[in-house]
């Protein structure tokens, strides 16, 4: 009888809920190379795929979704033993929405920092546009979520103002380009309408390159420098630019960072996550 490792479980089962190796490697505090060794020793362990690429990341093949449920259920005995023999902090579940480029870049050490302080709850990410965050909020399909938002439409609670700039390939020439090549995350990436009206007033005739859902693919067309895009300040890849007032685009936005919780019932962990998210941007 073979036994089955409890920390690959853990980043075959983070995987699933981020739906990229990028984003499971940013909960888990590993690099991304781990992560996919990791799904990689379970595939070959039981000589199947669990995840093929799709539109918007990664989605489980059907042996996929049939470990998922055992898997969830596994950690959570694990995570239930290690709260019974030492009685560590609050115990319970917890449902986290978080747009896809904020998962890496400003959560990255509340994620971290809430695992390791509170492993008696069981957290789960959902990585979907803030568009589709609002709505599971507002539904009560998860518990709380960041979204990204224009400045003078928040919805949320207010957690950090940050610039939306354009970004290029190092040293590229794709910005130089007429009509302008764009790439977008997806149709319902809320940069898009500030993407398409700051350029549309400019006059600047523009072409989607390239509209995925998903950003590590678009983070690569710019990076071939087939296309640039929008990000957020203290979003950019390392390997990617912002580009400057003399590329002769015109200025974009900014946008709030907020905190969207579901109504209902007092919640005492979902009331935890959100204190230790509002102290860590408040130090930022």
Avoid at 94 to 99: A, E, S
Avoid at 128 to 152: T, Y
Avoid at 196 to 213: K, M, N, P, T
Wanted: hydrophobic share 45%.
């Amino acid at each position: 009888m073979r036994n089955l490792d409890v920390a690959v479980l853990r980043a075959f089962v983070t995987v699933a809920e981020t739906g990229s190796m990028t984003g499971a490697a940013e909960v888990l505090n590993l690099t991304q190379g781990a992560v996919s060794q990791q799904i990689k020793r379970l595939e070959t362990a039981f000589g199947c795929g669990l995840f093929e690429r799709a539109r918007k990341g990664l989605r489980l093949t059907q042996n996929g979704e049939q470990l998922l449920r055992k898997a969830q259920r596994m950690l959570l005995l694990n995570d239930e033993i290690w709260q019974d023999m030492t009685g560590a902090g609050h115990v319970g579940k917890l449902t986290v929405g978080i747009p896809y480029d904020l998962v890496g870049t400003f959560m990255r050490t509340p994620l971290r920092k809430f695992c390791d302080h509170y492993p008696g709850i069981e957290l789960s990410l959902r990585c979907h546009s803030s568009q589709e965050l609002r709505s599971m909020v507002n539904s009560g399909e998860i518990d709380i979520a960041l979204v990204e938002e224009p400045i003078g439409q928040m919805t949320g609670d207010f957690l950090k103002i940050a610039p939306l700039v354009w970004v290029g390939a190092k040293s590229g020439k794709a910005q130089t380009k007429r009509p302008l090549p764009v790439s977008l995350v997806s149709r319902e990436c809320a940069f898009r309408p500030a993407v398409i009206d700051a350029l549309d007033q400019a006059g600047i005739a523009w072409r989607s390159v390239f509209e995925s859902g998903n950003i590590e693919a678009t983070a690569a067309t710019v990076r071939s420098d087939l296309s640039i895009t929008a990000f957020l300040v203290g979003t950019i890849p390392d390997d990617l630019e912002a580009l400057g007032r003399d590329d002769a685009l015109p200025e974009l936005p900014k946008f709030a960072i907020s905190l969207m919780e579901k109504a209902g019932a007092h919640n005492e962990v979902r009331d935890v996550f959100a204190e230790m998210v509002r102290t860590h941007f408040h130090q930022m």
